[in-house]
């Protein structure tokens, strides 16, 4: 649908962006995402898609207490709770783990579609960002661990806000349909603030990889 007068106001300084554009805008407008998750991160990723213009945003039950706030920052956004469908052109899972993040992932493979997950591990966190269709969320946070990324403190306010802005980002490029132009899984080190690649070990055991019986 073209865009409103309003809606091109109100995005003006997205739609000038060579990535995004007009064409863009109407694409972001049109997809709906599923956000899992908890905490500031989710908060965070909730609070930048929502601004840029995602069309419909399905909250999970422990970020129904944001759904007020997303309607009053943007009018142009449905929120509404509720999970992934066929329908769903992105799912973004923010600071789950165990056994919660690997149904976010079984689920999105089991519909074919595409997942941006990231978690907070001792004094930073680690963003994947599926790139193939057997691309695994799990395997990387297993892979995080094997690296030692817990090895110090806790992530403060500030670096959750960090890697909430990148999930929000991740999956407006998968609303784009743009690649992705970083490595599928990398680390936040807060200490530092810099982005580090991992390479993905693949888990025969990943319980997120192997569908249920």
């Known amino acids: 649908m073209p865009l409103s007068d309003a809606q091109i106001d109100r995005y003006s300084r997205q739609i000038i962006l060579p990535e995004v554009g007009g064409r863009g805008q109407e694409r972001l407008l049109a997809a709906r995402v599923a956000l899992r998750g908890v905490g500031a991160m989710a908060a965070t990723a909730a609070r930048y898609l929502t601004g840029a213009g ?26 509404c709770a509720g999970d992934a469908d066929a329908s769903t052109t992105v799912v973004i899972v923010g600071d789950l ?23 907070r591990r001792g004094r930073g ?28 403190g806790p992530l403060d306010d500030a670096a959750a806000g960090v890697l909430g802005s990148l999930l ?20 936040f080190d ?10 993905v070990t693949r888990f025969a055991d990943c319980d997120a990889c192997a569908p249920r019986a």
């Open 54 to 79: 995602i069309g419909e945003l399905r909250l999970s039950a422990d970020l129904a207490a944001l759904a007020d706030e997303l309607r009053d920052l943007n009018p142009d956004v449905t929120v």
């Open 97 to 119: 783990a165990g056994g919660a993040l690997d149904g976010c992932v079984r689920r999105a493979r089991a519909l074919r579609v595409p997942t941006v997950a990231a978690a």
């Open 125 to 152: 966190g680690w963003l994947h960002v599926a790139t193939a269709a057997d691309d695994c969320a799990g395997c990387a946070a297993r892979t995080a661990a094997l690296h030692g990324a817990d090895a110090d």
């Open 168 to 187: 929000a980002l991740a999956g407006m490029e998968r609303a784009l349909g743009r690649a992705h132009g970083g490595a599928p899984l990398a680390w």
């Open 190 to 199: 807060a200490a530092t603030s810099m982005l580090t690649a991992l390479p």
